[in-house]
C-alpha cells in the first residue's frame, strides 16, 4: 500500500515570499501520478499541480513548481511571491500504480500567508 | 457545467438516525469517487464507481453505509444507525478515466452526529 507523508503540519510565510512544503511517499510502482492540492478555508479542494513520474522535468503552474526527486521518493512543492489567498490546507497525493483508481492523501500541511 | 455538487452542505442527525447524501458529478466523467475527512486528516478513500458499478470499497465502509450511483449519473451514500464516530466531512470527486488528470472535488456534506 502506499504511503504519503507531510511533516509539515503548519507553517507561515511573509506575503511576497517563498515557501516550501514537504512531502514523502513510498510505493513500489515505477509509474504514478503525485499532486498538491490546496483546500482553503470552508471551501473546496481545488488541484495546484501534477506531476508524472515518468517525467523528469518538474512541473510548474504559475507561481506553484514541484521539486521532484523520483529515487528519494520526495515531491516538495514551491510557492514563489506567496499571496494571501495562498492561505489554505494544502495537500499531497499519490495516484497510479497498482491502485490506479484511487488517491492517497497525507494529512495536510496548513499554510497561512501573513500581511 | 458548473462543476462538482453536494447536497446538503451541512447535516446534523441525532445517533440512530438515517441519513442520506447526494454528489451530482461533471456529466462527462465517468468515474466517481467518495471520501471522508475528518478534522486535522487527509481524505480517506471510501468507494468508488465507474459509471454504475461500484468496484471498490474501503474497510473504512462499515455495513452501516452504502453508496449507489444508478445510471452512472448522480450517486447517493447513505448512513443507517448513524453514531458520533461518523461525524465527517463527506467528500465527493469525479474524474475522466482513472483519475491520472486529478479529480474535481465538491464542497463537501459536513455531517454532525449528535
Known amino acids: 500500500a502506499q504511503t504519503v507523508t507531510q511533516s509539515q503540519p503548519e507553517m507561515s510565510v511573509q506575503e511576497a515570499e517563498t515557501v516550501t512544503l514537504s512531502c514523502t511517499y513510498d510505493?513500489?510502482?515505477?509509474?504514478?501520478?503525485l499532486f498538491w492540492y490546496k483546500q482553503p478555508p470552508s471551501r473546496q479542494m481545488i488541484l495546484v499541480i501534477r506531476q508524472e513520474a515518468y517525467k523528469q522535468q518538474n512541473a510548474t503552474e504559475n507561481r506553484f513548481s514541484v521539486n521532484f526527486q523520483k529515487a528519494a521518493k520526495s515531491f516538495s512543492l514551491k510557492i514563489s511571491d506567496s499571496q494571501l489567498g495562498d492561505t489554505a490546507m494544502y495537500f499531497c497525493a499519490f495516484g497510479g500504480g497498482g491502485s490506479n483508481y484511487k488517491l492517497t492523501f497525507g494529512k495536510g500541511t496548513l499554510l497561512t500567508v501573513n500581511p | 457545467d458548473t462543476g462538482v455538487s453536494q447536497n446538503p452542505r451541512h447535516k446534523i442527525t441525532k445517533r440512530g438516525q438515517n441519513v442520506t447524501f447526494r454528489c451530482d458529478p461533471i456529466s462527462e466523467h465517468n468515474r466517481l469517487y467518495w471520501y471522508r475527512q475528518t478534522l486535522g486528516q487527509g481524505p480517506e478513500f471510501l468507494t468508488y464507481?465507474?459509471?454504475?458499478?461500484?468496484?471498490?470499497k474501503s474497510r473504512l465502509l462499515s455495513d452501516r453505509f452504502s453508496a449507489e450511483r444508478p445510471k452512472g449519473s448522480f450517486s447517493t451514500l447513505e448512513i443507517q444507525r448513524t453514531e458520533q464516530g461518523d461525524s465527517a466531512m463527506y467528500l465527493c470527486a469525479s474524474s475522466l478515466e482513472w483519475g491520472q488528470y486529478g479529480y474535481t472535488f465538491g464542497s463537501g456534506t459536513r455531517l454532525t452526529v449528535v
Open positions: 510505493t513500489s510502482e515505477n509509474n504514478y501520478y
Open positions: 464507481f465507474q459509471n454504475e458499478a461500484q468496484l471498490e
